[in-house]
């Protein structure tokens, strides 16, 4: 039984509308940021010291095509260590971890699951009650599965057969959110996501993320180089 209640802080990048996620033990004061964004590190590093943490590890919940990561750079300050998927082939990482592979956090377990489909080195990471889903589950959307290595079927499956079979009360924290919305459940998804609710097919939505027609992201051709070296670029 934990003695105390894990910290936790839910944090947004305006720029690219991605939340950035700080998660500690309140005993040991280690500490963990998901998707750390580049431009915000000192906002970043200013709360870690505001709270007394440490910082541990920095976990990307993949290879990010519209924002640098900040794990190169928060290594380098903090000698924390960089987590990523194992297939996200990543050679500048420091821990690779395999699907259901756990890491922790004084006495709170991070779990890692692999989520391919929008990439296929895409991990979602459960902590207790909640599920860090990055651009897989979005709030009543998903992550598109149009380049790098998108596949929408693997996207259907790992939201179906492994995010969707959690408890419904598992709290859902998406690596975007672009309509407001900060938080859903398990339950709430798999009854009002549109693309991919309960009872959708897998071939009515691999059609409708092939109808999306999207932009491509403005950053991909400085983030996804950057970030294939855990967010360092030539300037850097």
Request: proline share 3%.
């Amino acid at each position: 039984m934990k003695t105390q209640k894990l910290i936790f802080k839910q944090l947004f990048d305006k720029e690219s509308s991605t939340y950035t996620y700080l998660l500690a033990d309140p005993q040991t004061k280690e500490a963990v940021l998901i998707d750390p964004v580049k431009e915000n590190i000192n906002r970043d590093l200013k709360l870690l010291k505001e709270l007394d943490l440490k910082l541990k590890y920095i976990m990307d919940t993949h290879v990010h095509a519209d924002h640098i990561t900040a794990s190169n750079e928060l290594r380098d300050k903090t000698d924390a260590q960089t987590v990523l998927n194992v297939d996200a082939n990543v050679t500048c990482n420091n821990i690779g971890l395999n699907d259901y592979e756990k890491l922790f956090l004084g006495e709170f377990e991070i779990t890692g699951i692999k989520t391919p489909g929008h990439t296929d080195g895409c991990m979602s990471y459960l902590v207790e009650d909640k599920i860090f889903t990055g651009d897989s589950l979005l709030i009543r959307g998903t992550g598109r599965t149009d380049f790098q290595q998108g596949n929408s079927k693997e996207m259907f499956n790992s939201i179906q057969k492994k995010i969707f079979n959690l408890p419904d009360e598992t709290m859902v924290y998406p690596g975007h959110d672009y309509n407001g919305h900060t938080v859903s459940t398990v339950g709430e998804e798999k009854n009002y996501n549109p693309r991919i609710k309960s009872g959708i097919t897998e071939e009515e939505y691999v059609q409708t993320m092939k109808d999306l027609k999207l932009a491509e992201p403005k950053h991909i051709h400085t983030a996804v180089p950057a970030n294939l070296n855990c967010g360092k670029t030539q300037k850097s």
